[in-house]
């Protein structure tokens, strides 16, 4: 299960209405739990994928390195990553899973259409190397 | 120096999220690193050694495939080293699959 707070759903959902038609992208920070992360923050990250933004996204490692860095600040850690898919389901694409690395953390995809968030789902990137990897579809859990 | 350990890759590393190593290069670090904790080395370098296309080393800011000297380049106690494997992805490229909503109704 994915915990989020109301600010940081709220927030993620938004991000992706505000940069349709393409894609928005960001960092998760929270606390592992073992039924998985409650996360305390967003944090949105630049799409680099200017040449093909509506329907790819990448975050500069140096934007994540950054990231990290502010996590430990806070006493956080990156426990996923979140974007969206305009005018697409919120489903996970070959894309998503080749292109995902960060075992153990959760990929939340928001759709939106039309410019409105539509749905909002979660997958866990469950398994324990590049070889055995798998998304698996884990709840999420609104709370205040 | 010090190098942070991703949360992907904690399991490796007895959930520690650093890692002091003693080195006097980027590569000598990345060794003691993996010697220190061995499982740790399939998950950063393929069966020919080369660090795997997905795992960024980070020297502080800087990213260690740019450097000059790249992971010969000599680091310092109060250097960094951080370990951030890629993020990207995106929806299907071709076919966009529409979902479901209301279209206005035409008179």
């Known amino acids: 299960?994915?915990?989020?707070?109301?600010?940081?759903?709220?927030?993620?959902?938004?991000?992706?209405?505000?940069?349709?038609?393409?894609?928005?992208?960001?960092?998760?920070?929270?606390?592992?739990?073992?039924?998985?992360?409650?996360?305390?923050?967003?944090?949105?990250?630049?799409?680099?994928?200017?040449?093909?933004?509506?329907?790819?996204?990448?975050?500069?490692?140096?934007?994540?390195?950054?990231?990290?860095?502010?996590?430990?600040?806070?006493?956080?850690?990156?426990?996923?990553?979140?974007?969206?898919?305009?005018?697409?389901?919120?489903?996970?694409?070959?894309?998503?899973?080749?292109?995902?690395?960060?075992?153990?953390?959760?990929?939340v995809i928001t759709a939106v259409a039309n410019g409105n968030a539509a749905a909002t789902n979660s997958f866990r990137l469950a398994g324990d190397t590049e070889e055995s990897k798998r998304f698996e579809q884990e709840l999420i859990e609104v709370n205040d | 120096m010090t190098i942070f350990i991703p949360t992907p890759l904690r399991t490796y590393t007895a959930d520690k999220d650093a890692v002091e190593v003693n080195a006097a290069t980027i590569a000598a670090a990345l060794d003691e690193l993996t010697r220190a904790h061995p499982d740790l080395r399939m998950h950063l370098f393929t069966s020919e050694g080369k660090l795997r296309a997905f795992v960024n080393i980070y020297l502080n800011d800087e990213d260690v495939r740019y450097l000059p000297e790249k992971d010969a380049t000599k680091v310092s106690s109060t250097d960094t080293l951080s370990i951030i494997p890629s993020i990207a992805g995106g929806c299907p490229p071709r076919g966009r699959m529409q979902i479901q909503h209301r279209i206005p109704e035409t008179q």
Not at chain 1, 62 to 75: F, H, N, P, S, T
Request: charged share 25%; hydrophobic share 35%; aromatic share 10%.
């Open chain 1, 1 to 107: 299960m994915l915990r989020v707070t109301k600010a940081v759903y709220e927030a993620i959902r938004a991000h992706g209405e505000e940069t349709y038609p393409h894609e928005c992208c960001g960092a998760l920070l929270g606390r592992s739990s073992p039924d998985g992360w409650q996360i305390e923050a967003a944090v949105r990250a630049d799409n680099t994928r200017t040449d093909s933004a509506h329907n790819r996204y990448q975050i500069a490692p140096a934007e994540l390195v950054k990231i990290a860095r502010d996590a430990r600040q806070r006493g956080l850690d990156i426990g996923g990553f979140y974007h969206s898919h305009p005018d697409h389901p919120a489903q996970w694409s070959q894309t998503d899973f080749a292109e995902a690395h960060w075992l153990g953390c959760s990929y």
